[in-house]
């Protein structure tokens, strides 16, 4: 068994759209750098090795939280430490930190000889994430560690995850530089859904999942609307609705927020597309004066994997 290894951890995109809580993509670009080594010091030691000041206090931190979850569990292993460079920005809404949840229960399940599913690892994970965000959720959890396109169907009274194959897509993304925390973010939500409305979503996620199973693009475009969640998120978003609109002029299949925000993603048949609706959608943002990144990349495959082990 390796004493060390090196996890790449993709971002991810959740809710898709319409799918609140239940759906999500694993991207090619970008991801966090893991490394891990056994230790004979009992418990869980982290070093960032990026901008971020992110908490290295274990049981602040959202990657410690997940690997204390899983050494509970192995509680003839001693401890891990943990360095942690972050290609994720935190914040961003393209699940930056179930990226590194993910990436350290991997890393350790590769030390500890694979003895854990992938199902099981989910949940040491989702330990990490609900810290994070204030609730129990693996819509980006379950993309980063299956990759591809992922259904979360239930969490009790045990966890169903569907982990599907997408079609190829380039997703756009853009990133303004403003700070919408996640819990903020489902403090706004709505506690009850017209039946109608409610309807409408769900006839939207099958279709979408239908989209994506028979690589229909035009059946995945009109379904990503999102009936619930984004109208009362949009505005937290300055722009949003003029970047939805330059990017579907720019040739994206559709899209919506990332996650809770603030960024936005967009879906597209092409490389070429992909950049060109992620250079309109940052027009959007350089015309309001706001700071903005954009990442273009495939939807990945692989969720978060071992590298190099030594
Ligand atoms: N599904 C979550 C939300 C993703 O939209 O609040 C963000 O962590």
Known sequence: MPDSVLVHSPATLSNLGCGFDVLGLALGAPYDAIRLRRSQVPGVRIQHLDPYNLPTDPSRNVAGIA?????QAVPEETGFDVEIAKGIMPGSGVGSSAASAVGVVVGANALLGGRFSKMELVEFAMAGEAMASGARHADNIAPAMFGGFTVVRALEPRLDIMALTAPPLWVAVVHPQIEIKTSEARKV????????VAVRQWANVAGLVSGFL???YELIGRSLDDY????????LIPGLAEARARALAAGAIGGGISGSGPSIFMLNKTAQTAQAVGE????VFADLGIAYNIYVGPVATEGARVVLES
């Open 189 to 196: 939500l709505p506690a009850t859904v017209p039946l109608g």
């Open 214 to 216: 028979t690589a229909d």
């Open 67 to 71: 690997l204390l979850a899983l050494l």
């Open 280 to 283: 309109a959608m940052g027009s």
């Open 228 to 235: 619930i969640v984004e109208p009362v998120r949009q505005a």
